[in-house]
């Protein structure tokens, strides 16, 4: 399979960008760096809410990913992290009001 650098789920559903293996308990792992319980490969689970859970390899992710997260494990707490995120994505999102 296609290695991911970025996948989307949600709580009870996410496969591995790396094996592709479904994970099914991703509210009970670590938000920070963690590793894929199948095939070991370091990566990072974001939860978000409960329907939208992403994993981030860094490994094949794009430079500026890398350090935007590097960055931000070293900068910010968890909660600064998701509010983080949320907020990129109004950036990314807002309309143009003129
Ligand atoms: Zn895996």
Redesign the pocket.
Known sequence: MKKEWLIKGDHKKIN??????TQTAISTMDHHSGI??????N?IWYYLTNENVAQIIPEFAPNSVKLFIEWCQSELDELEMIELIVELENIGTTKATV
């Open positions: 591995c960008g790396n094996c592709g293996k894929c319980p199948d095939c070991n490969i990566c």
